[in-house]
């Protein structure tokens, strides 16, 4: 069963974009790493596939990008999509590939400077993550146990 989020608004023209994401929890599994942009949107790390990317690839480049980590990419959590309209107000669908995984060494600053890590606390979670999907991750990846 497909893991769906959003609500898709008839009429409108969605644009699908895939993505790969993180959920990495501290060593108390009580908070889950965050990239916070400028505007204050709290989201998982992680992003888009670039062509003729793999997932882990993907999530290694954007891992880099956004917090300077290398990462050792866990086991698959599962995949959601989430109907939303950007800042822009573009209808969007993002089909979202959600990873276990564990931060390795810091080797470079962060390249995207408007993007902070936080961790957050997991009570926190659906409070503070701006997308639904990402949410169902952080939950998932709690259960699985991993």
Partial sequence: MDKVFGEKIDGLDYQIRYGVYAVIFNVTRDKVLTVQNSRGHYFLPGGGIEKD????E???REMLEETG?????GSFIGDAKKYFQSTKNEPLINEGYFYLAELLDKIQEPIEDDHFIKWIDIDSVQGMLV???????VFEGINSGG
């Fill in 69 to 73: 980590y290398k990462v050792s990419i």
């Fill in 131 to 137: 997308h639904e999907h990402h949410c169902w991750a």
């Fill in 53 to 56: 990317e793999s997932y882990q």
């Fill in 58 to 60: 993907c999530l290694e």
